[in-house]
Nanobody, 115 residues
Framework: QVQLVESGGGLVQAGGSLRLSCAVSGSIFRLNDMAWYRQAPGKQRELVADITSGGFTNYADSVKGRFTISRDNTRNTVYLQMNSLKPEDTAVYYC?????????WGQGTQVTVSS
């Protein structure tokens, strides 16, 4: 059973930084394509960034130049470094794994950016 556990969320002032982590167990991590999504109140869940098993990355236009997704295959962990945070980045952030054509989700971590 693949399990994902996010951490690192919290309350930060606008312009600040946070780093989210997502620890993955129950799979061969290096074979996972990983992604971060977010869902703000009253809005649909949206893709923030993803990283393939080969290390290729993709970002939503709204976070390009501010957020960086990375992975450490020795620690079975994917990260989301978030800089220059804005109030509109406030959301629950979810980690997702694609592993052998199946999707797995974490429980989410709250990020709140105050103005």
């Amino acid at each position: 059973q693949v399990q994902l556990v996010e951490s690192g969320g919290g309350l930060v002032q606008a312009g600040g930084s946070l780093r989210l982590s997502c620890a993955v167990s129950g799979s061969i991590f290096r074979l996972n394509d990983m992604a971060w999504y977010r869902q703000a109140p009253g809005k649909q869940r949206e893709l923030v960034a993803d990283i393939t098993s080969g290390g290729f990355t993709n970002y939503a236009d709204s976070v390009k130049g501010r957020f960086t997704i990375s992975r450490d295959n020795t620690r079975n962990t994917v990260y989301l470094q978030m800089n220059s945070l804005k109030p509109e980045d406030t959301a629950v952030y979810y980690c997702k794994s694609n592993y052998f054509y199946r999707e797995y989700w974490g429980q989410g971590t709250q990020v709140t950016v105050s103005s």
